[in-house]
């Protein structure tokens, strides 16, 4: 895939909260927008064409199978538009109206693929405007928001992909929570997509791929924590999982060469290589993507 040469991205700042901030695929990278969990929308321009997206993502059947459906809209008339990672088209990409489109990501490979941390490319080809064609890079990851109930439960909004050897899969997404005073326990309930909980006081919430993804579909349903002692429940809080574009940047260049795939970190493989034998979570090395390049 050929793109131009010159490129030419644009940052779009919005408010920041409390929570750890978003990790991203390289050490530096300009042109991102990044999305606290009050942000419903985020917006780039590349000369004088502007393009949204909704942070929210939501669960649609789509081709017999359950999807996540990304939504954004262009200020010019929309002639084409194609989804990508590198060197492959990836996930479906609509055109839905004159100037809006959405972005399709089945159930299973493609959905897990962009939750672990791979970039999702969007090209976008317009019928007015300067560039004619430009390209759209977003960052999909699961967060907490909407969070009700006691202050004494602390959740983390991020939940990371952390490599994890768990048999076949090496994948595993974690959260965080903590508990003000004393409680002995901290627990988690859902109709499904429930974590693993366990590390008193600074607890880790860990799903699998197949728990988080009923953990977020639907992102109607909260996810309800409790935590107490001998006497029962003292704290209850609810918040919901849902899944958030939390990067997006535009160019009117070769995407490639913008946003070139990052090597393995030396700093990253120091710290996997030193880890002992049988050793199983390489979490404190950094996401899963950024330990996985050093692995080969």
Not at 214 to 229: N, R
């Amino acid at each position: 895939m050929h793109l131009r040469a010159l490129a030419l991205t644009c940052l779009t700042a919005l408010a920041a909260c409390d929570n750890t901030p978003i990790e991203t695929e390289s050490a530096e990278e300009l042109g991102v927008s990044t999305a606290a969990e009050t942000a419903t929308r985020l917006y780039a321009t590349v000369g004088n064409n502007e393009l949204s997206f909704e942070t929210l993502g939501t669960f649609e059947q789509r081709d017999g199978v359950r999807a996540l459906i990304l939504r954004a809209t262009a200020n010019r008339y929309l002639a084409d538009v194609l989804s990508f990672v590198p060197d492959d088209a990836f996930g479906d990409a609509n055109v839905i109206s004159e100037r809006r489109f959405e972005i399709v990501l089945h159930e299973g490979h493609e959905l897990n693929t962009v939750l672990s941390g791979l970039p999702l490319f969007v090209k976008v080809t317009t019928n007015t405007g300067t560039p004619r064609e430009y390209t759209a890079r977003i960052v999909v990851a699961p967060r907490f928001y909407d969070f009700r109930g006691d202050s004494g439960i602390w959740i983390d909004e991020a939940v990371t992909p952390r490599y994890v050897i768990q048999g076949n899969d090496n994948l595993l997404y974690r959260g965080h929570a903590s508990v003000s005073g004393y409680v002995d326990w901290l627990s988690v309930t859902a109709p499904d997509g429930i974590p693993s909980v366990y590390g008193r006081p600074n607890y880790k919430l860990d799903w699998t791929y197949t728990k988080l993804h009923e953990a977020i579909d639907p992102h109607t349903v909260p996810l309800a924590f409790s935590a107490g002692g001998d006497n029962g429940a003292t704290m209850q809080k609810t918040a919901r999982l849902v899944a958030r574009v939390t990067e997006f940047a535009l160019t009117d260049g070769d995407a490639y060469d913008v946003w070139p795939s990052p090597p393995c970190d030396p700093v990253v493989s120091a710290c996997y290589l030193s880890k002992p034998a049988g050793t199983t979570d390489f979490s404190q090395c950094g996401t899963y993507r950024q330990v996985l390049r050093c692995t080969y």
